[in-house]
């Protein structure tokens, strides 16, 4: 099969676009012909070897992608949800390739109302979206929630889920542009988080409250408005640390301030499906859509790995196979 890798760590131009043997599908697995991936900054990590993710030098060449969209090739001998030729979105890994194993536990019917391309969108970002913010925080209706970096993956899909629950949403974005694009999607209010003080910002709109909620993918230069911006007994949500992992944490405000803590991630595939299947409920709904940037052959992964480094994006980075 056709497949996007890279055999050493380093910059955009390692990645080379080749033949690799076809994927084989266990006993509970699906093969997917892949029509559509898209970027997630995991795979920016895994082409540098940074963020903990390294590859060892005796594996084989690293494929990148968690997000499938695609029709099923073949099943596993455990497997009868899905008939050959289904159209789906899954969530797995090696996805940016012409053919891609998933769980059929994290597969699902490709929603109707999505083309392939906003199908490769959806499973990363908007699963952990979902997961930080249904699961975790368990927002409800009338609640306020602060979600930064507006414009990636998680960010476009997080405020769009937070409006469907009936929050109000305050979004941080590093340009004029994407706070306008985080207006769009229903922020109330957009702030820049490189040129303003977030957490007096958030103090000014809820009237020197904070907000219930914190949702949060960026991690050290962002932590300190975080807990800032967070009222009585809010609830702070990491799931990821783009630009940094360690944090000065001041236990006497955690519970002075009631502020319970939480992560996402991927504890358990019970837990990713579910987020899965209320993420796509919404989707089907029309209540959530996934944002695509653009969209590049598998071709051009190089260039699309290039335009996630310099973050000039608004959404997803989609890759088309
Ligand atoms: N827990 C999980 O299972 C899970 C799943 C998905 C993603 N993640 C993690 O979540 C993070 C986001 O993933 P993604 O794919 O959505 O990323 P992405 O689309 O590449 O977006 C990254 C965002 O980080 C913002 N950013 C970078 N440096 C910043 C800084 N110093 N201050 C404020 N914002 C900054 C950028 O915003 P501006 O350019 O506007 O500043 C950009 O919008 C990654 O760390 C990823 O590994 C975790």
């Known amino acids: 099969m056709r497949a ?12 080379q676009v080749g033949e690799l043997p076809d994927p084989k599908p266990g006993a509970r697995d699906v093969l997917i012909r892949v029509r559509a991936s898209s970027l997630d900054r995991v795979d920016i990590y895994y082409r540098e070897g940074s963020h903990g993710v390294t590859r060892c030098p005796l594996c084989p060449p690293h ?9 099923v090739v073949a099943i596993g001998a455990e497997v009868d949800t899905f008939p050959v030729g289904a159209r789906v979105v899954s969530s797995s890994f090696h996805a940016h390739a012409e053919l891609a194993v998933a769980p059929a536990a994290l597969t699902f019917p490709l929603p109707p109302n999505c083309s392939f391309a906003e199908g490769g969108a959806i499973p990363t970002a908007g699963r952990t979206a979902f997961a930080a913010l249904m699961n975790q925080a368990r927002i409800k209706a009338g609640e306020d ?3 930064f970096a507006a414009g990636s993956g998680v960010g476009s899909f997080a405020i769009q889920i937070a409006r469907a629950a009936g ?3 305050i979004a941080t974005a590093g340009s004029a542009d994407k706070l306008e694009r985080a207006r769009d999607l229903g922020a109330e209010c957009a702030i820049n988080h490189y040129t303003e003080d977030v957490a007096v910002r958030v103090a000014e709109v809820t009237n020197g409250r904070g907000v219930d909620v914190v949702i949060d993918h960026v991690g050290t230069p962002v932590w300190k408005a975080a807990m800032l911006s967070l009222a009585p007994w809010g609830r702070f949500v990491t799931a990821g640390v783009t630009a940094g992992h360690r944090v000065d944490l001041h236990l006497g405000q955690v519970f002075v301030k009631g502020t319970q803590i939480m992560g996402v991630g991927r504890p358990d595939e019970a837990e990713m499906a579910e987020a899965m299947a209320g993420l796509l409920r919404l989707i089907e709904r029309r209540q959530v ?3 695509v940037h653009v969209t590049f052959p598998l071709e051009a992964i190089a260039e699309a790995h290039r335009l996630m480094e310099r973050s000039d994006f608004f959404g997803k980075i989609v890759l088309t196979v």
């Open 4 to 15: 996007a890798f890279h055999e050493k760590p380093g910059p955009p131009d390692v990645l």
């Open 63 to 71: 494929v990148g992608g968690r997000d499938i969209a695609g029709e």
């Open 145 to 147: 929630v602060l979600i």
């Open 167 to 169: 929050c109000r949403v």
């Open 289 to 291: 859509r996934p944002v």
